[in-house]
């Protein structure tokens, strides 16, 4: 028996909305895996020992960082580097300036944003955890930590870099060093010290 020409038609109506429908749901679905790929290197810190969470510098902490930063020259290396933005602003001041970082999207990121601007091709990031990293080659050091690692990067410090090295912590003081000065009040506060042993 054959089907009538209105039975037809809504076959074939009902076939293409199916594609349609199957063409929506795969597109959504490719979507929310790509958002949630991109999420997960800034949801895993918080899975790890030491939390560091990914929040971006203030205008008022990049200033205290340079004022802190005055008068000094040489290597700098930025911990927990994020976006780059204390990397290029030490680089625009005159430092060889880097950055080591464990979100490899900011890492690339970072990267992308140097070769962009050419003032910022002399700029490094690292891929790598802090706690692998060697210290030793810079005299100045930008840390924004979190409160429970100071006392661990204090101690890190003080077995790898040489006396004089400037460290500036911004957010948390370091636990048992003294600073030189004080810079800003509150969420913007930066401390700076000079390591003597």
């Known amino acids: 028996m054959e089907l009538s020409l209105l039975e037809q038609t809504d076959?074939?109506?009902?076939?293409r909305l199916s594609r349609i429908g199957k063409i929506l749901i795969y597109s959504t679905g490719?979507?929310?895996?790509?958002?949630?790929?991109?999420?997960?290197?800034?949801?895993s810190p918080a899975f790890r020992k030491i939390c560091l969470p990914y929040v971006p510098a203030t205008t008022e902490q990049i200033i205290g960082v340079t004022n802190a930063l005055k008068g000094r020259s040489?290597?700098?290396l930025d911990v927990g580097s994020g976006d780059g933005?204390?990397?290029?602003t030490a680089a625009k001041l005159g430092f060889t300036a880097h950055g080591v970082e464990l979100n490899s999207v900011l890492v690339y990121y970072s990267r992308l944003?140097?070769?962009?601007?050419?003032?910022?091709?002399?700029?490094?990031?690292?891929k790598k955890n802090l706690w692998h990293f060697n210290l030793k080659p810079y005299n100045n050091i930008v840390i924004f930590g979190v409160e429970h690692m100071?006392?661990?990067?204090e101690r890190k410090l003080l077995l790898e870099v040489d006396n004089g090295t400037?460290?500036?912590?911004?957010?948390f003081p370091l636990p048992n060093m003294v600073p030189m000065e004080t810079i800003g009040h509150g969420v913007d506060t930066v401390w700076k010290y000079i390591v003597k042993r």
């Open 113 to 126: 944003a140097a070769l962009i601007n050419r003032q910022n091709w002399s700029t490094r990031f690292y």
């Open 166 to 171: 400037t460290v500036v912590a911004c957010r």
């Open 30 to 43: 490719g979507l929310a895996l790509g958002v949630s790929a991109l999420c997960i290197p800034f949801i």
């Open 11 to 15: 076959q074939k109506s009902n076939t």
């Open 85 to 88: 933005r204390i990397v290029f």
């Open 150 to 153: 100071m006392p661990e990067f």
């Open 74 to 76: 040489g290597t700098l």
